[in-house]
């Protein structure tokens, strides 16, 4: 490993580790020797010194089990009554691991409304906060059982991202059943080779995570990617490593390099924005034209009318919206200063024109830069 990330492992005190259900599950059942593992070595850590969060899958890989379904369940119903059955026997597994090192663990099961909502993203936050400084460690998943389409994360990889986020952890560790992001699909490209460190997230690299998740998992590598970039963008490192490979946590920590390094920009993003840009809910879509596109990505201005091509959805004041291209690519998210049927009216006017148009006017900008966040990186 070198210098830098040296360093970064050093002195991260706040890591959350992601472990997936791949690599958790074994034979059709849930893998002990990888969960003893994981929670011997996220215990050693927190005796250590260190704050560890643990968001762990296998939920529906345990239920499948219990069971004796045979397969990953295709149905919503199935899936969901898997997880029930399932989570249980998963915390009780970590808690009596963890136990064992004399340490307590607290199930944390969440919606993306839990998150997706300001206040109630702060209650999640102090909560949490409350579990690390009473020396218990968190073991997060999704809330299965009870989730539908509008209100999913969909996948842990983004969770842990936005828990990362959340919490203002130091370090983010994804562990999986591969040893890293490859170039191409290793099952399909026996020539893929792994990559050491990833400093921007590149076409290319999009394109080699596009393959289908192992028999187990959710979203492979595209949602580790998506994950990554939330992270990078935020001043997160995050490392994508192989969860099967004994003490490969504690290696991280002794400076022992493996798995991919993804490496975060220099300044970390603030708590407010990373919460605009990554985990808010968004109501609706701003489209902006090309003079709007260089002024927001390259030079860090506010949104004004005269850039807006057109607007979608129906939202209220503050409301979080999209900011894309006019060929629908998304730019950033922000925090609307005007309700959806007020930008339709605005809509390619100059600042003068919106008292005139609206009756009143409150703002210039339609989304000031201090509430708006932009995720593509200028060019
Ligand atoms: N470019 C790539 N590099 C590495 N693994 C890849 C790539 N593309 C697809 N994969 C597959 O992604 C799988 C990991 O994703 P997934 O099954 O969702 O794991 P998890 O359950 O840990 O989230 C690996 O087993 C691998 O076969
Ligand atoms: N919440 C689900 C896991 C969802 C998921 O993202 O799985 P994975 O891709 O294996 O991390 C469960 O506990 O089974």
Redesign the pocket.
């Given at each position: 490993m070198d210098k830098d990330q040296k360093r970064l492992f050093d002195s991260a005190r706040r890591v959350v580790v992601?472990?997936?259900?791949?690599?958790?599950s074994f034979n059709g059942g849930i893998n002990h020797n990888v969960v003893a593992s994981i929670s011997r070595q996220m215990a050693a850590l927190t005796q250590g010194g260190r704050e560890m969060i643990l968001v762990s899958?296998g939920a529906v890989a345990a239920g499948v089990a219990k069971v004796a379904l045979g397969r990953r369940p295709a149905s919503m119903p199935e899936k969901q009554a898997a997880a029930a059955v399932g989570q249980a026997g998963l915390i009780l597994e970590y808690e009596l691991r963890f136990a064992e090192a004399g340490l307590k663990v607290a199930q944390v099961l969440l919606t993306r409304n839990d998150l997706s909502h300001r206040g109630r993203y702060l209650n999640a936050r102090n909560t949490l906060n409350t579990l690390l400084a009473w020396g218990v460690v968190p073991i997060i998943n999704e809330n299965d059982t009870v989730v539908t389409d509008e209100i999913r994360f969909g996948?842990?990889?983004n969770l842990s991202a936005m828990i990362a986020l959340l919490l203002d952890a130091d370090l983010l560790i994804?562990?999986?059943?591969?040893d890293?992001?490859?170039?191409?699909?290793?099952?399909t490209n026996p020539d893929?080779k792994?990559l050491e460190v990833v400093e921007k997230i590149t076409p290319a690299?999009e394109a080699?995570?596009?393959?289908?998740?192992?028999?187990?998992?959710?979203?492979?590598?595209?949602?580790?990617i998506e994950a990554a970039k939330k992270s990078m963008a935020s001043g997160v490192p995050m490392v994508?490593a192989c969860?099967s490979r004994p003490k490969v946590l504690t290696d991280l920590f002794e400076g022992i390099a493996q798995g991919t390094f993804f490496v975060p920009r220099a300044d970390k993003l603030g708590s407010r924005k990373r919460w605009i840009g990554f985990t808010s809910q968004t109501f609706g879509e701003v489209t902006v034209d090309d003079g709007a596109v260089k002024a927001l990505v390259e030079r860090g201005k506010s949104l004004l009318p005269s850039g807006i091509l057109d607007v979608s959805g129906a939202f209220d004041v503050g409301a979080a919206v999209a900011v894309c291209d006019a060929r629908g690519n998304e730019l950033g998210r922000g925090l609307t200063n005007f309700k959806a049927e007020d930008i339709r009216a605005i809509k390619g006017l100059k600042t003068d024109q919106i008292a005139d148009c609206l009756g009143s006017k409150e703002y210039d900008e339609v989304i000031h830069r201090d509430n708006l966040v932009v995720t593509v990186a200028a060019p």
């Open positions: 992601k472990v997936g259900s791949g690599v958790l899958s996948d842990n990889d994804n562990l999986t059943d591969i890293g992001l490859y170039d191409g699909d290793p099952r893929a792994r690299i080699s995570a596009k393959g289908r998740p192992g028999a187990m998992g959710t979203g492979g590598m595209w949602t580790k994508i969860g």
